[in-house]
């Protein structure tokens, strides 16, 4: 079993930034690929951006140029730097992990973009 923690959400102002963690923990896995997803209110989620074990990534137009996804491999923890936050922003931003156990999902963290 994998857990995933989600962490680094809350409110910011537009134009402001974040950065948020996720960080898997557990034992007799590997991880082949993370992703970050997010759901905004009285939305389906979404595919944000993700990363593959060896560098790999895939971001939707939607936060290009202003999102960063990055991969520490040592520590199984994946990172999302937010730049130029907009309201459209806001969501519910969940962690995915595709390990050699399965895939798991983490329970979310809130992001709010508002002045």
């Known amino acids: 079993q994998v857990q995933l923690v989600e962490s680094g959400g809350g409110l910011v102002q537009p134009g402001g930034s974040l950065r948020l963690s996720c960080a898997a923990s557990?034992?007799?896995?590997?991880?082949?690929?993370m992703a970050w997803y997010r759901q905004a209110p009285g939305e389906q989620r979404h595919h944000v951006t993700s990363i593959t074990n060896t560098g790999s990534t895939n971001v939707d137009d939607s936060v290009k140029g202003r999102f960063t996804i990055s991969r520490d491999n040592a520590k199984n923890t994946m990172y999302l730097q937010m730049n130029s936050l907009k309201p459209e922003d806001t969501a519910v931003y969940y962690c995915k992990a595709l390990t050699t156990t399965g895939t798991y999902w983490g329970q979310g963290t809130q992001v709010t973009v508002s002045s």
């Open positions: 557990g034992s007799g896995f590997s991880i082949a690929a």
